[in-house]
């Protein structure tokens, strides 16, 4: 059986041992065009059809290159000083 939102399903299966919680839904209101634009890109993999645990399968795109952290750059300045002070 199918239930298109949290409100209208029917108390029965919100209680129970396998009972169904608003967290299992889509968002609605202000996060439902949201939802719609990550909805074309994530999956979710019930477990009762795979017999597994149910998890989400998402891709991402990359827009813009990421800068290296200040732990990083630190790392690199501290490695070429010691390249530096080798070759001196």
Do not use: I
């Amino acid at each position: 059986e199918f239930f298109e939102d949290f409100e209208t399903t029917p108390k029965e299966a919100k209680t129970g041992k396998t009972k169904l919680l608003s967290t299992m839904y889509p968002p609605t209101g202000d996060f439902k065009d949201q939802w719609e634009s990550v909805r074309r890109n994530c999956r979710r993999m019930l477990p009762h059809l795979m017999d597994t645990g149910g998890f989400f399968v998402a891709t991402f795109e990359k827009r813009a290159h990421l800068a290296p952290s200040a732990k990083a750059r630190r790392e690199a300045r501290a490695a070429q000083r010691k390249e530096a002070e080798a070759e001196a």
